[in-house]
């Protein structure tokens, strides 16, 4: 029996978890089997349980991961005001609308998670969080907690709208949504 390091289980694992986050926002949680999740990350069915109890002990490691990722991606924008503003274009954009699986995952998965159990909405509520106190400290430096209520109001507005946008078959009104939303988030953040 080959015996494999304990780094080797922890790649392993994350490779699960990326593979996961990016099938689940495609395809949907409930859209998405074990056996597909592992084939997706070059493993067999039974690898599954040496990494997680359930599939809603991936889910809610999933969830987390993928709104860490988002948040860490914060990092890259410029300070500020500026990098909220290119934060909003980026978000409500067609490429965005347009490829779910490398995207947002509150605009893919929000309907699930709000299904799924106290873990994963654990993970949620705690990711969901730092997205608005990141967007608040954009919003006012100087007093991040004075601008939560319209950090929570665009944060929202943002999701939405994205979401609209892809349950949309008509290609310009959708786009037209996006637009608009680009629109009301940037009036909004004045």
Do not use: W
């Amino acid at each position: 029996m080959v015996r494999y390091a304990k780094e080797h289980k922890q790649v392993t694992r994350q490779r699960i978890i990326e593979k996961a986050g990016h099938r689940f926002k495609q395809d949907g949680i409930d859209g998405s089997g074990i056996s597909t999740l592992m084939s997706d990350a070059g493993l067999t069915n039974g690898a599954f349980y040496a990494h997680f109890a359930s599939k809603d002990d991936l889910v809610a490691h999933v969830v987390a991961e993928e709104l860490r990722t988002q948040i860490a991606s914060y990092g890259t924008l410029r300070p500020g005001r500026p990098g909220l503003e290119d934060f909003v274009r980026e978000y409500l954009s067609p490429e965005h609308r347009d490829h779910p699986g490398l995207g947002c995952p509150s605009a893919a998965l929000l309907d699930e998670i709000g299904r799924c159990g106290d873990e994963t909405k654990q993970a949620y509520t705690d990711g969901a969080r730092d997205i608005v106190e990141e967007i608040a400290a954009r919003l006012t430096p100087e007093n991040p907690r004075s601008a939560r209520g319209r950090a929570i109001g665009l944060f929202t507005m943002m999701v939405g709208t994205l979401q609209l946008s892809r349950a949309l078959s008509d290609r310009k009104f959708s786009d037209e949504v996006l637009e608009q939303g680009i629109e009301n988030a940037l009036a909004f953040m004045r």
